[in-house]
């Protein structure tokens, strides 16, 4: 049995736990950072790579406008630029419903920045010639952009160990009780972990957690689908969302289109895997919405797991019931762009009592007298 006593314990290294733990250690606080898989292996490296504030609630704008210059700057923070690219993202409109929507989005968020462009007709024609005809408008935010996940996740995690950081991968926590004011944690009969503070950064597996410390926090989990097509020649630089859901793409520079839309299914021992149906659907849209992909074959498809709130925006905060335990989960389809923001609001959070970033909305206890909607497991 290895034993570690620390001031941090952080459980998950995806993203969130990653980034928290790296801005513990440029403070200079001691962290143990453990993890089921690989660092940076689930939601956090399979996602899409859109790095987009357009379409966020005002909530999470606070975050998303923190985490917008880190993104710029990826390589001082974590040594790889993670294919960053800022091509802009526009968000497609069938209808004039839809663009009514996307100007009342504009107006909502008009304090941050954004500098959101609603296009049209004949302007929009001319700018996106790539788009079928049931494509109307849209709403084009210039700084939003995408990244490879792959390459951000895991080099997050890998920033967080070149800082001090202890990462113990291949180790999933399968015990936690309260020690005086401190936690004990336990990965089998291989390694303990006593630490001052603990992070719950477990991802879709973050209320299994909470619960284990008796903290009711009601979440569902989903499996978002992806479909990679072989390369094909330039078609568009843009990250795409469409408004009222349902299709996301982006080009990579090897010519690949990502995208995505759907949902899978679960498969058993935390595992997923993606819906004939859904991958159909997602398919027959990208054809309308960009029909130059027509013909293209697809070559990689897979589900992630991803953890849903009621009101679609993450716990992030100290638990009400249990001092010194720190959630931050449930980030519903959003956390990538959001979350190297997260890692240093927490760090905040644990270091001050306070942050600099308004939180408040996304406390952990705001649906205590609520029931969530039912939920699958993973
Ligand atoms: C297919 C897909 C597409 C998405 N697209 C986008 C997008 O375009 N833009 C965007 O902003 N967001 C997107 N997201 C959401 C984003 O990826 C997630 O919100 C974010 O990665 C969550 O990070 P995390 O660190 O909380 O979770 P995770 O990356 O899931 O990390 C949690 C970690 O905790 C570990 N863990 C769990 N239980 C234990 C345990 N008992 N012991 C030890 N370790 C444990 C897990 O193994 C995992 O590595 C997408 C998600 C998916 C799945």
Known sequence: MK????????????????????????RGVAVVMLERDLGGSRASGV?????????????????????????????????????YVRSG??????????????????ARVADFDLGLEILEGRAFRERYPCFGPEIIGGSFCPGDGQANPRLVAAAYAQAARQAGCEVIER????????????????????????????????????????AALGDDIPMRFDYPTILVTEPLPPIVSVNIGIEGGGFYGRQVERGNLVMGGGFGVASGDGASRPDSGALA?????????????????????????????????????????????????????????????????????????????????????????QSAEPGRTP
């Open 47 to 83: 996602n899409f790579g859109g790095v987009r504030r357009q379409g966020r609630s005002p909530a999470q704008l606070h975050l998303a406008a923190r985490a917008h210059p880190i993104w710029a700057d990826l390589k001082a923070k974590i040594g790889i630029d993670g294919e």
């Open 89 to 106: 993202h526009i968000k497609l409109a069938r209808s004039q419903a839809d663009l009514t929507a996307l100007a009342a989005y504009a």
């Open 3 to 26: 034993n570690f006593d620390t001031d941090v314990a952080v459980v998950g290294a995806g993203l969130i736990g990653s980034a928290t733990a790296l801005a513990l250690r440029q």
């Open 281 to 369: 659907r997602i398919g027959g849209r990208a054809a309308a919405i960009l029909p130059a992909t027509r013909h293209a074959r697809v070559i990689r498809i897979w589900a992630g797991i991803e953890g849903y709130t009621a009101d679609k925006n993450p716990f992030i905060g100290e638990s009400a019931n249990v001092p010194g335990l720190f959630h931050a989960f449930g980030f519903s389809g959003g956390g990538f762009q959001i979350a190297p923001a997260v890692g240093e609001v927490l760090c905040e959070l644990i270091c001050e009592g306070r942050s600099s970033t308004p939180v408040e909305a996304f406390r952990p206890d705001r649906f205590q007298q």
């Open 171 to 210: 180790c999933p926590v399968t015990g936690i009780t309260r020690e005086g004011d401190g936690f004990l944690l336990r990965c089998g009969d291989a390694v303990a972990v006593r630490a001052r503070r603990l992070v719950n950064a477990a991802g879709a597996w973050g209320a299994g957690i909470a």
